[in-house]
Structures are given as structure tokens and as C-alpha cells.
T-cell receptor, first 115, second 112 residues
Framework: ETGVTQTPRHLVMGMTNKKSLKCEQH?????MYWYKQSAKKPLELMFV???????ENNSVPSRFSPECPNSSHLFLHLHTLQPEDSALYLC??????????????FGSGTRLTVV | SQKIEQNSEALNIQEGKTATLTCNYT??????LQWYRQDPGRGPVFLLL?????KEKRKERLKVTFDTTLKQSLFHITASQPADSATYLC???????????FGSGTRLSIRP
């Protein structure tokens, strides 16, 4: 285990459903991220939270709605998704200091299938 | 915008040989570059970070070089083993230190 826990690991949802992905870390990290990974494509940054404040929304459609209630938890709320939104959704965290020697710690991801 | 290219989608080599993966980037020079390993169905795992003022960095059987003139990083695995088979990603900061972008990765296969 990496210390970043994502649930559920797998999710199948219909286009009219509403669901949420959860990410949790107790590593003392102060920045959290959502990435999307589709087949044959690089990881795409979706959202960035620093000290639980959203600092980046990478032109993500409004059917994806992030929430960061505290520095340890991050959610991605999903509604009226499209089949092309099927992908591996990865959460990552990082200790952001003046020193950049810390890499990102990723969770194992949620494999989302939209039917 | 910044672009990252990893030289090949897949690389197959014999166990015991040195695997060399390439990461090229365009536009501005990043302050550092990172390498990650990703296994199927899992998230990437951070391996190494190299700064712009470092020519080379080592960690056990891994060696990373960073040439800011060529805008290129090389990632070497010496004495490769089948367990090293995975996809390797390079990443660098984009527009601010608070976010990084990733290359599409090179899938490395080490045959016994």
C-alpha cells in the first residue's frame, strides 16, 4: 500500500447515475490531485488542491465535481457521465515544501466504466 | 505548451542487459524531472527526481541523466531483471511547481 487509498477500486455506472470516488491519505501531505488515465494516453491532470483549496481546474467538464473537505480527503463526484469518461481515475498527494525532492504518491486508482 | 515525448511505446530486452529509456521535452526548461514506474492496474510509483543542475543521479540499479541543452533525460536500469518489466513514465513541472505533466510512458519488457 502506498498510503493513498482510493475507493472503490472498480465502478460501473449508467449515464444517468450519480456516484462519488473517494481518496484518503494520512501521510501529512498538503496537496492532492485527481488524474485521469485513458488507454494509450498520458495521465491528464484534472484538479489540484493545495491546503484543501482548489488551485487548478484543468478545463474539466462540469459533470466532474471535486470536493476537498480537509487535507486528508478528496472526493470526485460524478453525474451524467458519457461512455468516453470510462478510464482509470487516479488520486495523488504530495508534501509541498520549498524543496521539490518529494515525488507524488499515487493511489491504486478507480477503474470506471460508464455504460 | 510543454510537450513530453518518450522515445518508444515498448522496449524488449534480454535479462541482465542495461535498459535505456529516453524522455524528450520541448519549450521551457523545467527545474527538475521525475521518473515513475507503473504496473498494470496500479498507480505510478515515484522512483527518482533529478534537478536541472544535476547531470546524473543514481539509486541502486537505476541511473538518470538530465541534459538541459538537448532537453533530454535518459533513464537506465542496469543488470535488468524480469521484475523490472513495467511502464516507465517521465514527468516534469508545468507552469508552476504545484503540478506536473506526464509522458505517455515506455512499456519495458525484460525476457529471461
Amino acid at each position: 500500500e502506498t498510503g493513498v487509498t482510493q475507493t472503490p477500486r472498480h465502478l460501473v455506472m449508467g449515464m444517468t447515475n450519480k456516484k462519488s470516488l473517494k481518496c484518503e491519505q494520512h501521510l501529512g501531505h498538503n496537496a492532492m490531485y485527481w488524474y485521469k488515465q485513458s488507454a494509450k494516453k498520458p495521465l491528464e491532470l484534472m484538479f489540484v488542491y493545495n491546503f484543501k483549496e482548489q488551485t487548478e481546474n484543468n478545463s474539466v467538464p462540469s459533470r466532474f465535481s471535486p470536493e476537498c473537505p480537509n487535507s486528508s480527503h478528496l472526493f470526485l463526484h460524478l453525474h451524467t457521465l458519457q461512455p468516453e469518461d470510462s478510464a482509470l481515475y487516479l488520486c495523488a498527494s504530495r508534501l509541498q515544501t520549498g524543496d521539490d525532492d518529494y515525488g507524488y504518491t499515487f493511489g491504486s486508482g478507480t477503474r470506471l466504466t460508464v455504460v | 505548451s510543454q510537450k513530453i515525448e518518450q522515445n518508444s511505446e515498448a522496449l524488449n530486452i534480454q535479462e541482465g542487459k542495461t535498459a535505456t529509456l529516453t524522455c524528450n521535452y520541448t519549450n521551457y526548461s523545467p527545474a527538475y524531472l521525475q521518473w515513475y514506474r507503473q504496473d498494470p492496474g496500479r498507480g505510478p510509483v515515484f522512483l527518482l527526481l533529478i534537478r536541472e543542475n544535476e547531470k546524473e543521479k543514481r539509486k541502486e540499479r537505476l541511473k538518470v541523466t538530465f541534459d538541459t541543452t538537448l532537453k533530454q533525460s535518459l533513464f537506465h536500469i542496469t543488470a535488468s531483471q524480469p521484475a523490472d518489466s513495467a511502464t516507465y513514465l517521465c514527468a516534469l513541472p508545468y507552469s508552476s511547481a504545484s503540478k506536473i505533466i506526464f509522458g505517455s510512458g515506455t512499456r519495458l519488457s525484460i525476457r529471461p
